[in-house]
């Protein structure tokens, strides 16, 4: 039996519409090889996840030194110098006071230890997060996932999660123009808490891009009008940074492109290259509210991945990641700007660094090409080139490459989208 039998055989895949049939032995940087020898343009990252490249010389390195030390130990039952490196890296890279980390191993596990630390910070019990929003699959997570496409046959959910609708400018969720709207969606907070919950809010939770959503990306002005808001109410800011953070919008973590600063803040993904890793990070008074036997992890923290989070992110400081991925994300979108000339179904380019997202539609109503945006994808796959696809309606490109991907790729990049959507 190959690999493709047995995972139709052992492992559960049923909840995927369809695992890529491109079998990896491999990869480096951007590239990925697969076990026939062939080669792909990787733009994915497995789910963003790979911003330091593949393999990242520095990273497996400090990986291997660890390994041959202590692998594990329990963080939290002993003192490991690695996950402590890491806290007070972490400390002097987030963005304002935020100072203390609790490690996990997912997002989802994340996030669910940070919306416990808010409740028990406010001694409030509500939480507002945004429709189109992804947050994880765990039933705290799943709760305040604005997406039915997430949570169907899987409720009831937890009860005082309530939805904001999304600043999702394409298909203004009221109908209006940016910025003509003086942000209605934003604004909209203002209303969401005095008549849909029972004034017991402890956090509002966002992605600084909405990332599973389709690459949702908020104006410029949106944080601050929500953040006026939340500073009213005494509700605390919790900012869901697993798939902007580390360099991947062009700047250590997507929320400092909206000039606030959150109480609490979640990290995963980027954070060790692939290793599993999760934080979540809060001001010292913030995190302090955990009480003995509140919260704990056997794996968070783990010494080899907290040392490949080390690496990780000096290598992203010394090589002035954010910078190139900023660069690197301009030069994609000017060109896909180009493309858009030409072919109708590119009806949005949308995102920051190499956070990009292609919003396909059918027609000028813009009726989602979601069917096509899979012929898309099977035909970059035959042509060597591995996008993403996702959003609300399954019809937004993604393209998340390894920031270190060298222009001659990003070119490559633009060359086969070309064809691919001549041919549909
Ligand atoms: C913004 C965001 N939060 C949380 C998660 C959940 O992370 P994980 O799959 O590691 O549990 C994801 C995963 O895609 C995500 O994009």
């Known amino acids: 039996m190959d690999t493709r039998d047995k995972y139709k055989r052992y492992v559960n895949i049923s909840m995927v519409e369809k695992v890529q049939p491109v079998v990896i032995e491999r990869a480096n940087g951007a590239t990925i090889t697969d076990t026939e020898g062939r080669n792909y343009i990787d733009c994915f990252s497995g789910i963003a996840v790979i911003n330091a490249g593949h393999c990242n010389e520095r990273v497996i390195e400090a990986a291997k030194a660890q390994m041959d030390k202590l692998v594990h130990c329990c963080s939290y039952v002993y003192h490991s110098q690695p996950t402590a490196d890491l806290a007070e890296k972490l400390a002097y890279i987030t963005p304002g006071r935020l100072q203390k980390s609790f490690f996990g191993n997912g997002g989802a596990e994340a996030i669910e230890g940070a919306l416990r630390l808010a409740k028990q910070f406010t001694g409030k019990t509500e939480l507002i997060a945004l429709q189109a929003s992804f947050h994880g699959r765990s039933y705290a997570a799943l709760s305040i996932t604005g997406n039915n496409a997430r949570k169907r046959r899987g409720g009831p959910y937890m009860v005082g999660c309530t939805f904001l609708p999304a600043p999702y400018c394409y298909r203004c969720f009221y109908e209006l123009e940016y910025p003509q709207c003086r942000l209605r969606c934003a604004r909209a907070l203002e209303d969401i808490i005095r008549f849909d919950t029972y004034d017991s809010v402890a956090a509002f939770i966002a992605e600084p891009i909405l990332g599973e959503g389709g690459i949702i990306t908020p104006p410029d ?3 601050l009008e929500i953040e006026k808001i939340l500073k009213k109410h005494e509700i605390l800011s919790l900012i869901d940074e697993v798939q902007t953070g580390f360099c991947r919008t062009g700047k250590m973590f997507g929320i400092e492109h909206y000039g606030v600063e959150p109480d609490i803040m979640v990290m995963a993904k980027g954070i060790a290259d692939g290793f599993p890793l999760s934080a979540f990070i809060a001001r010292e008074e913030v995190a302090d509210s955990f ?5 704990l992890s056997t794996f ?6 907290c040392a490949a989070s080390l ?3 000096e290598f992203m400081l010394e090589s002035d990641l954010a910078s190139q991925a900023l660069e690197k994300g301009e030069f994609l979108k000017k060109e896909l700007a180009k493309l858009a000339k030409r ?3 590119m009806g949005e380019i949308r995102g920051k660094g190499l956070m990009v997202g292609i919003e396909l539609v059918r027609d000028e109503q813009k009726t989602p090409a979601s069917t096509e945006g899979n012929k898309i994808r099977d035909f970059c796959r035959e042509s060597g080139l591995l996008p993403g696809l996702g959003g609300i ?5 993604r393209i998340q490459p390894p920031l270190v991907i060298r222009n001659e790729e990003l070119i490559e990049v633009v060359k086969i989208l070309d064809s691919a959507f001549a041919q549909i």
């Open 393 to 397: 309606y399954g019809n937004v490109l």
């Open 221 to 223: 002005d949106y944080f």
């Open 343 to 345: 072919h109708k179904i």
């Open 311 to 313: 690496a990780n992110i």
């Open 300 to 305: 968070g923290g783990n010494p080899v991945s």
């Open 291 to 295: 009480k003995p036997g509140d919260h």
